[in-house]
């Protein structure tokens, strides 16, 4: 069975701080995608990442693909209350179906 | 940007009832997919549906649940007589071959 493991849970930080979220397993995945959620919606998709090693940069967000494409981290430069919410990787095993197997979620709260 | 519509919302409805939860994917996706998340859990996957059949179902998907595709535009999950924990955020989802997943932005069902 394909778990991903998420760190931290939950993390508390004051505007302008930086942040590091972690999203690891023992399976490889052939592409690994990052959403936000809000409460009461859907996941929205940030970002996918294909190539291990790769790096992807979204504004603020830095999403890098570890070279055995097995785990993921999502960098967060100087956090606004904006980037307050639920982030969620999700990694694909392969094939033209993107059946997607969900972390376990990083609660971010980002105060004024 | 064209996106996942869902409806209803939100769905109450009374346990052994059956439900139908509507979705029409984004136009140019050929692969849909149905989601669930539980209050306080992750999104775990249901089934995904391309070709007018199922490709891959997972063990929650019993022979309680069934997708449809009625037309060119809906795709439907129909839960025959629900039970308490069926209770739910579901969301449905599409995507193109080898690429990213979107996700629509769910039908909360409480079963009561």
């Known amino acids: 069975t394909q778990l991903l493991e998420q760190s931290p849970q939950f993390l508390s930080i004051q505007e302008g701080e930086n942040l590091t979220v972690y999203c690891n397993s023992s399976?490889?995945?052939?592409?690994l995608q990052w959403y936000r959620q809000e409460p009461g919606e859907g996941p929205v998709l940030l970002v996918t990442v294909v190539t291990g090693g790769e790096v992807k940069k979204l504004k603020r967000l830095t999403f890098q693909f570890g070279d055995a494409r097995k785990d993921s981290s999502l960098h967060i430069t100087a956090a606004q209350t904006g980037d307050t919410g639920l982030y969620l990787c999700?990694?694909?095993?392969?094939?033209?179906?993107?059946?997607?197997?969900f972390g376990t979620g990083t609660l971010l709260a980002v105060q004024p | 940007e064209p996106e996942v519509t869902q409806t209803p919302s939100h769905q109450v409805t009374q346990m052994g009832q059956e439900v139908i939860l509507r979705c029409v994917p984004i136009s140019n996706h050929l692969y849909f997919y149905w989601y669930r998340q539980i209050l306080g859990q992750k999104v775990e996957f249901l089934v995904s549906?391309?070709?007018?059949?199922?490709?891959?179902k997972s063990e929650i998907f019993d022979d309680q649940f069934s997708v449809e595709r009625p037309d060119g535009s809906n795709f439907t999950l129909k839960i025959r007589s629900t039970k308490l924990e069926d209770s739910a955020m579901y969301f449905c989802?599409?995507?193109?071959?080898?690429?990213?997943?979107?996700f629509g932005q769910g039908t909360r069902l409480t079963v009561v």
């Open positions: 549906f391309y070709n007018n059949e199922i490709s891959e």
């Open positions: 399976s490889v995945f052939s592409s």
């Open positions: 999700a990694g694909a095993g392969g094939g033209a179906t993107n059946k997607l197997i």
């Open positions: 989802a599409s995507s193109r071959p080898y690429k990213e997943t979107f």
